[in-house]
Protein backbone atom coordinates (compact mmCIF):
# COMPACT_ATOMS: atom_id res chain seq x y z
CA UNK A 1 0.00 0.00 0.00
CA UNK A 2 1.29 3.58 -0.95
CA UNK A 3 1.22 6.50 1.36
CA UNK A 4 1.68 9.91 0.46
CA UNK A 5 3.14 12.79 2.87
CA UNK A 6 2.67 16.36 3.37
CA UNK A 7 4.45 18.66 1.17
CA UNK A 8 6.87 21.02 3.47
CA UNK A 9 5.38 24.93 2.54
CA UNK A 10 2.40 23.38 0.78
CA UNK A 11 -1.45 23.69 2.10
CA UNK A 12 -4.07 20.93 1.19
CA UNK A 13 -5.36 23.11 -1.67
CA UNK A 14 -2.31 23.17 -3.22
CA UNK A 15 -1.47 19.58 -3.66
CA UNK A 16 -2.84 17.94 -7.28
CA UNK A 17 -3.61 15.00 -8.25
CA UNK A 18 -0.32 13.07 -9.35
CA UNK A 19 -2.66 11.62 -12.54
CA UNK A 20 -6.27 11.08 -13.17
CA UNK A 21 -5.70 7.31 -12.08
CA UNK A 22 -3.99 7.87 -9.07
CA UNK A 23 -5.33 10.35 -7.21
CA UNK A 24 -3.16 11.67 -3.98
CA UNK A 25 -4.88 10.99 -0.38
CA UNK A 26 -5.73 14.15 0.89
CA UNK A 27 -3.77 15.38 3.87
CA UNK A 28 -5.39 15.26 7.22
CA UNK A 29 -4.20 14.41 10.84
CA UNK A 30 -5.42 11.10 10.34
CA UNK A 31 -2.75 9.62 7.77
CA UNK A 32 0.35 11.65 8.41
CA UNK A 33 2.45 8.34 9.28
CA UNK A 34 3.89 9.02 13.16
CA UNK A 35 6.59 6.61 14.43
CA UNK A 36 5.98 3.82 16.97
CA UNK A 37 5.94 3.96 20.66
CA UNK A 38 7.38 1.34 22.71
CA UNK A 39 5.08 -0.78 23.89
CA UNK A 40 6.78 -0.65 27.38
CA UNK A 41 9.23 2.07 28.92
CA UNK A 42 11.32 1.90 31.65
CA UNK A 43 13.40 4.75 32.89
CA UNK A 44 15.92 5.81 35.68
CA UNK A 45 15.69 9.46 37.25
CA UNK A 46 16.73 11.25 40.25
CA UNK A 47 13.66 12.85 40.94
CA UNK A 48 15.21 15.53 43.05
CA UNK A 49 18.28 15.77 41.08
CA UNK A 50 21.55 13.27 41.77
CA UNK A 51 23.34 13.74 45.48
CA UNK A 52 26.95 15.51 45.80
CA UNK A 53 29.33 13.64 47.38
CA UNK A 54 28.64 12.50 50.57
CA UNK A 55 25.09 13.30 50.26
CA UNK A 56 21.81 10.91 49.88
CA UNK A 57 19.11 10.77 46.92
CA UNK A 58 16.20 9.14 46.03
CA UNK A 59 16.69 7.07 42.65
CA UNK A 60 13.48 5.59 40.98
CA UNK A 61 12.58 3.19 38.51
CA UNK A 62 9.41 4.03 36.29
CA UNK A 63 7.49 1.53 33.89
CA UNK A 64 4.60 2.37 31.49
CA UNK A 65 3.22 0.05 30.05
CA UNK A 66 1.89 1.62 27.11
CA UNK A 67 -0.29 -1.28 25.07
CA UNK A 68 0.52 -4.55 26.75
CA UNK A 69 -0.08 -6.14 29.83
CA UNK A 70 2.84 -8.10 31.50
CA UNK A 71 3.17 -11.11 33.46
CA UNK A 72 6.37 -12.48 35.59
CA UNK A 73 8.32 -8.82 34.64
CA UNK A 74 11.59 -8.37 36.59
CA UNK A 75 14.16 -5.23 36.45
CA UNK A 76 17.45 -4.74 38.22
CA UNK A 77 19.69 -1.97 38.90
CA UNK A 78 23.28 -2.12 39.23
CA UNK A 79 25.76 0.76 41.26
CA UNK A 80 28.90 1.50 40.33
CA UNK A 81 31.30 1.39 43.06
CA UNK A 82 30.42 5.72 43.60
CA UNK A 83 27.09 4.79 45.08
CA UNK A 84 25.72 2.41 47.92
CA UNK A 85 22.39 1.71 48.80
CA UNK A 86 21.06 3.34 51.74
CA UNK A 87 17.15 2.13 51.94
CA UNK A 88 14.98 0.41 49.79
CA UNK A 89 16.15 -2.49 47.18
CA UNK A 90 17.46 -2.41 43.39
CA UNK A 91 15.00 -4.97 42.10
CA UNK A 92 11.34 -5.34 41.28
CA UNK A 93 9.47 -8.39 40.18
CA UNK A 94 5.55 -8.02 39.39
CA UNK A 95 2.93 -7.73 36.73
CA UNK A 96 1.51 -4.66 35.29
CA UNK A 97 -1.46 -4.05 33.14
CA UNK A 98 -1.69 -1.77 30.13
CA UNK A 99 -2.51 1.78 30.45
CA UNK A 100 -0.82 1.65 33.98
CA UNK A 101 2.42 3.64 35.14
CA UNK A 102 4.09 2.12 38.15
CA UNK A 103 7.30 3.46 40.26
CA UNK A 104 8.21 -0.10 40.75
CA UNK A 105 11.77 0.91 42.65
CA UNK A 106 12.02 3.75 45.10
CA UNK A 107 15.54 3.86 46.45
CA UNK A 108 17.89 5.34 48.52
CA UNK A 109 21.31 6.13 47.84
CA UNK A 110 24.43 7.82 48.69
CA UNK A 111 27.28 8.98 46.84
CA UNK A 112 31.00 8.17 47.93
CA UNK A 113 32.95 9.30 45.32
CA UNK A 114 33.68 11.77 42.91
CA UNK A 115 33.82 11.39 39.24
CA UNK A 116 31.73 10.56 35.61
CA UNK A 117 29.28 7.47 36.50
CA UNK A 118 26.89 4.97 34.84
CA UNK A 119 24.15 3.74 36.53
CA UNK A 120 22.44 -0.12 34.56
CA UNK A 121 19.84 -1.45 34.28
CA UNK A 122 18.00 -4.49 33.05
CA UNK A 123 15.08 -6.14 32.05
CA UNK A 124 13.44 -9.68 31.62
CA UNK A 125 9.59 -11.07 31.10
CA UNK A 126 8.55 -14.39 31.05
CA UNK A 127 9.65 -16.13 27.75
CA UNK A 128 7.82 -18.58 27.66
CA UNK A 129 4.40 -16.26 27.47
CA UNK A 130 6.42 -12.67 26.20
CA UNK A 131 8.92 -14.02 24.01
CA UNK A 132 8.33 -11.29 21.87
CA UNK A 133 8.81 -8.31 24.61
CA UNK A 134 12.06 -9.74 26.46
CA UNK A 135 13.30 -6.09 26.42
CA UNK A 136 17.00 -5.93 27.45
CA UNK A 137 18.09 -9.09 29.11
CA UNK A 138 21.22 -7.81 29.44
CA UNK A 139 22.83 -5.21 31.18
CA UNK A 140 22.92 -1.32 29.42
CA UNK A 141 23.54 1.83 30.89
CA UNK A 142 20.54 3.44 32.48
CA UNK A 143 21.26 7.10 33.23
CA UNK A 144 24.94 8.95 33.74
CA UNK A 145 25.83 11.01 36.89
CA UNK A 146 28.36 13.12 37.07
CA UNK A 147 29.44 13.68 41.02
CA UNK A 148 30.96 16.51 42.13
CA UNK A 149 32.26 17.76 46.31
CA UNK A 150 29.38 20.64 46.38
CA UNK A 151 26.79 19.10 43.40
CA UNK A 152 25.99 16.44 41.00
CA UNK A 153 24.15 16.34 37.55
CA UNK A 154 22.45 13.12 35.64
CA UNK A 155 20.83 12.88 32.47
CA UNK A 156 19.81 9.79 30.00
CA UNK A 157 22.82 11.09 28.00
CA UNK A 158 26.60 11.03 29.20
CA UNK A 159 27.46 15.17 30.41
CA UNK A 160 30.65 14.63 29.61
CA UNK A 161 29.90 14.85 25.97
CA UNK A 162 28.39 18.38 26.46
CA UNK A 163 30.80 20.87 25.45
CA UNK A 164 33.25 18.58 24.08
CA UNK A 165 35.57 18.59 21.56
CA UNK A 166 37.76 16.38 19.51
CA UNK A 167 40.80 14.01 19.65
CA UNK A 168 44.26 15.09 18.55
CA UNK A 169 46.44 12.73 16.42
CA UNK A 170 48.86 10.63 18.14
CA UNK A 171 51.75 12.29 17.44
CA UNK A 172 54.08 8.69 17.38
CA UNK A 173 53.11 5.15 15.43
CA UNK A 174 52.13 2.29 18.09
CA UNK A 175 51.47 5.25 20.60
CA UNK A 176 49.88 3.02 23.71
CA UNK A 177 47.74 5.79 25.02
CA UNK A 178 45.38 5.44 22.23
CA UNK A 179 44.11 2.64 24.79
CA UNK A 180 43.18 5.34 27.44
CA UNK A 181 39.75 7.11 27.24
CA UNK A 182 39.47 10.37 28.91
CA UNK A 183 37.19 12.73 29.86
CA UNK A 184 36.10 16.39 31.57
CA UNK A 185 32.69 17.53 33.00
CA UNK A 186 31.84 20.58 34.41
CA UNK A 187 29.34 21.00 37.43
CA UNK A 188 27.68 24.04 35.68
CA UNK A 189 27.98 27.16 32.94
CA UNK A 190 29.85 29.72 35.49
CA UNK A 191 29.54 33.38 34.79
CA UNK A 192 32.42 35.26 34.61
CA UNK A 193 34.77 35.43 37.89
CA UNK A 194 32.09 32.33 39.66
CA UNK A 195 33.76 29.19 40.40
CA UNK A 196 32.52 25.87 38.69
CA UNK A 197 33.95 22.55 39.53
CA UNK A 198 35.62 20.32 37.10
CA UNK A 199 35.73 16.42 36.99
CA UNK A 200 38.30 14.91 34.72
CA UNK A 201 37.93 10.80 34.20
CA UNK A 202 40.81 8.93 33.24
CA UNK A 203 39.43 5.24 31.76
CA UNK A 204 42.43 2.76 30.20
CA UNK A 205 41.88 -0.53 28.86
CA UNK A 206 45.19 -1.93 29.10
CA UNK A 207 47.29 -1.45 32.27
CA UNK A 208 49.82 1.68 32.44
CA UNK A 209 52.53 2.18 34.51
CA UNK A 210 53.59 5.80 35.47
CA UNK A 211 51.20 7.62 33.42
CA UNK A 212 50.75 11.27 33.74
CA UNK A 213 47.33 13.48 33.40
CA UNK A 214 46.65 17.25 32.35
CA UNK A 215 44.43 19.75 32.61
CA UNK A 216 45.20 22.58 30.66
CA UNK A 217 43.42 25.84 31.14
CA UNK A 218 43.40 29.08 29.18
CA UNK A 219 45.33 31.78 30.48
CA UNK A 220 41.88 33.91 31.09
CA UNK A 221 40.63 30.71 33.63
CA UNK A 222 42.56 30.33 37.40
CA UNK A 223 43.01 27.51 39.57
CA UNK A 224 41.13 28.03 42.47
CA UNK A 225 41.32 24.61 44.37
CA UNK A 226 42.83 21.20 43.97
CA UNK A 227 45.70 20.27 41.28
CA UNK A 228 45.63 20.25 37.46
CA UNK A 229 47.82 17.36 37.49
CA UNK A 230 47.53 13.51 38.30
CA UNK A 231 50.66 10.96 38.11
CA UNK A 232 49.79 6.85 38.44
CA UNK A 233 49.97 3.68 37.43
CA UNK A 234 46.87 2.85 35.40
CA UNK A 235 44.90 -0.53 36.02
CA UNK A 236 42.29 -2.13 33.31
CA UNK A 237 39.11 -0.73 33.09
CA UNK A 238 39.48 0.84 36.53
CA UNK A 239 38.72 4.37 36.18
CA UNK A 240 40.66 7.46 37.68
CA UNK A 241 38.47 10.92 38.97
CA UNK A 242 40.50 13.98 40.19
CA UNK A 243 38.63 17.41 40.13
CA UNK A 244 39.44 20.86 40.30
CA UNK A 245 37.74 24.22 40.86
CA UNK A 246 38.42 26.58 38.78
CA UNK A 247 37.50 30.54 37.79
CA UNK A 248 37.23 32.25 34.73
CA UNK A 249 38.60 36.14 34.74
CA UNK A 250 37.58 36.97 31.21
CA UNK A 251 34.29 36.86 28.55
CA UNK A 252 35.12 35.23 25.63
CA UNK A 253 35.11 31.72 23.87
CA UNK A 254 37.60 29.80 25.69
CA UNK A 255 39.27 26.02 25.71
CA UNK A 256 39.87 23.72 28.27
CA UNK A 257 42.03 20.91 27.68
CA UNK A 258 42.63 17.60 29.22
CA UNK A 259 45.71 15.22 27.70
CA UNK A 260 48.27 12.27 28.97
CA UNK A 261 51.67 11.75 28.85
CA UNK A 262 54.48 9.39 29.47
CA UNK A 263 58.10 8.20 28.13
CA UNK A 264 56.95 4.94 25.39
CA UNK A 265 60.18 3.23 24.60
CA UNK A 266 62.63 5.78 25.07
CA UNK A 267 60.65 8.19 23.76
CA UNK A 268 58.26 11.22 25.10
CA UNK A 269 54.78 10.95 24.37
CA UNK A 270 51.76 13.53 24.72
CA UNK A 271 48.08 13.75 23.59
CA UNK A 272 44.70 15.89 24.11
CA UNK A 273 42.36 13.65 24.42
CA UNK A 274 39.40 16.12 25.30
CA UNK A 275 38.70 19.23 25.01
CA UNK A 276 35.85 21.89 26.67
CA UNK A 277 34.47 24.70 24.44
CA UNK A 278 32.64 27.28 26.64
CA UNK A 279 31.56 30.85 25.84
CA UNK A 280 31.68 32.62 29.21
CA UNK A 281 29.86 35.93 29.74
CA UNK A 282 28.59 38.27 32.29
CA UNK A 283 25.04 36.97 32.96
CA UNK A 284 24.99 33.82 30.62
CA UNK A 285 27.23 31.48 29.74
CA UNK A 286 26.76 28.66 27.25
CA UNK A 287 29.12 25.70 25.40
CA UNK A 288 30.51 26.87 22.09
CA UNK A 289 30.56 25.10 18.73
CA UNK A 290 34.37 22.92 18.93
CA UNK A 291 36.98 24.10 16.67
CA UNK A 292 38.86 22.42 14.35
CA UNK A 293 41.88 24.26 13.81
CA UNK A 294 44.77 21.94 15.93
CA UNK A 295 46.83 24.28 15.75
CA UNK A 296 46.82 26.01 19.10
CA UNK A 297 46.53 22.56 21.02
CA UNK A 298 48.76 23.04 24.28
CA UNK A 299 52.33 21.74 23.84
CA UNK A 300 54.02 19.11 25.59
CA UNK A 301 54.56 19.48 28.96
CA UNK A 302 58.27 20.50 30.15
CA UNK A 303 59.48 17.68 31.75
CA UNK A 304 62.80 15.81 32.17
CA UNK A 305 63.22 12.28 30.59
CA UNK A 306 63.70 9.57 33.63
CA UNK A 307 66.69 8.50 34.72
Request: proline residues 9%.
Amino acid sequence: MLLSLPVAGCSQDQIEPASKETPTVPVSEKNILTPPSWPITVDLLFPNGAPPLNQQAELNCIIKAQSISIKNMTVEIRLPEAFELVSGNLSWSGDINTGDELVAIRAGIRAVQIGNWAIEIRQSMNPEKQSAYSFYPDWRDGIYASIFEESARWGIYPLWYEGGGFEAPVFMAGDPLTHINMNMSISHLPILDESAELICTIMPHIDYPDVKAEIVLPEEANLVAGGLAWQGDLKKDTPVHYLVKIKFTETGNWRIDAGLWRWFDGEYSWRVKDSLYLKIGVSDSEYSPPQLDTSDLPPPPTITEPS
